[in-house]
C-alpha cells in the first residue's frame, strides 16, 4: 500500500510512503519528511468509526501501529494536522482482481485482502520461503514426474527386487 501526500494539489505529490508487512518506506524532501514522521509516529490511533467496532459496542477503538488498518488509519486522522491531504494507492502484485464471490467485502477488506496476499514485498529483500527448491527454471512440465523411473515412495512398501 502507497500513501502519496500533496498540498493542494493531487498531481504535486511532495511524500510517498510505502507500508507493507516489514515497516515503512518514506520518500519526502526535509521538512516534509519531518511531517511524514510525525504522522506515522508508532503510537495508538483513536477511531470512532462503526467500522471498526464489534457488534453491539459504541464508541471509539484503539488501532495499534503496525497493521494495514492503523497505516490508513494514522494517514487519515494526522494528515490534516501536518497540513497535508492523502490519497492511497494499492501495490498488491500478482493477485486477482475484483471477486463477484467477494462482493459481501468492503472496500477496506478487499484492499487489505490484496495487500496481504500480494507480493509486494520489496525486491532487495527475500523473505522465508521465496528461493525455490527447483531452481531458477521453475519445476518440470506437469505429468513427467510419474513417468520417470525411480523407487516407489515409502507408502507404496519396498521395491520389489528382480531377480
Known sequence: MRAEFHVDDPKQVVATVRWDRRGLDIAADGETEGKVRRIF???????????????????????????????????????DAEGLRVRFVPEGQDVMGWDPAGAYRTFSESIERKELSGVAARPEEAEAG??????????????TEAAKPGTPPSGAGPPESEE
Not at 130 to 143: C, H
Request: glycine residues 12%; without cysteine.
Open 41 to 79: 509516529r508508532p503510537t495508538p490511533v483513536v477511531v470512532d468509526d462503526p467500522a471498526f467496532r464489534s457488534s453491539g459496542t459504541s464508541g471509539p477503538v484503539v488501532l495499534h501501529p503496525g497493521t494495514l488498518i492503523w497505516f490508513r488509519a494514522a494517514a487519515q486522522v494526522r494528515s
Open 130 to 143: 521465496e528461493t525455490r527448491p527447483e531452481g531458477t527454471r521453475g519445476p518440470s512440465a506437469s505429468g
